[in-house]
């Protein structure tokens, strides 16, 4: 996969993009990124990026001219290649959107700066418009580098083992269930008997309920497109009937509730 991204400080992908995965997948040549400054591609002597906006507001625009140069000289006529500006006026970017991503060979990604991009560049020179959630960012370059990570993780020979995302998180529409490693009690908490059991079955079977419940309890939305089983929608119906036995009490776990000096008196 080849990531060519437009930005005005390229300087923020260093870090991350020179550690751990996302180093490995480019030194063996699963993944490669063109960091491309926008301002080399503004004319003029002070290569002006931005501008006041028509109409008057507050803040600034980034002008049009320099991104379509950017685009057009990088990529030289090829087409087909999708062409994405991230900004929080986009498509919500899940992981459904990462694996039709992880499809193509070659993807640019435009990252936003100030109040927003000329008009133009959204109608005439994106192809999509991609949002990494319902908050607004400084620019895309943070939004951009999650796409580039989650898309990354999904190619072929990027992790170890070739099953790794196939229990993710959201990969099959539910949230993964808890995980444990040695020692078997920690500070008096054992690990899950089933855990230890050995028997395979039996684990398989809890782990899908473990995940089951997690998505009930945490993200119920999630249930409505999740593919289930008439196994799994037995158990959340037992789920549904023990929360409506317990409702009216909620136990309190550590950390669970912030402490009350910590909450805004505006919120
Ligand atoms: N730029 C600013 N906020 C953003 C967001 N939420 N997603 C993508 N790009 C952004």
Redesign the pocket.
Known sequence: MHFDILTLFPEIFRGPLDESILKRAQESGRLTVALHNIRDYASGKHRITDDLPYGGGGGMVMKPEPIFAAVEAILAGETGVPIIL???Q?RL?TQAVAVELARYRRIVLI??RYEGVDERVREHLATDE???????????E??ALVIVDAVTRLLPGVLGDPGATFDDSHARGLLEGPHYTRPAVFRGWAVPEVLLSGNHAAIVRWRREQALRRTFERRPDLLERAELTAQDREFLARLKREKADTDGYKPLGPHKEPPLEHVSKSS
């Open positions: 991230l900004s929080p986009g970017f990252c936003g991609i949002s990494i959630g319902d908050y607004v960012l400084t620019g895309g943070l939004a």
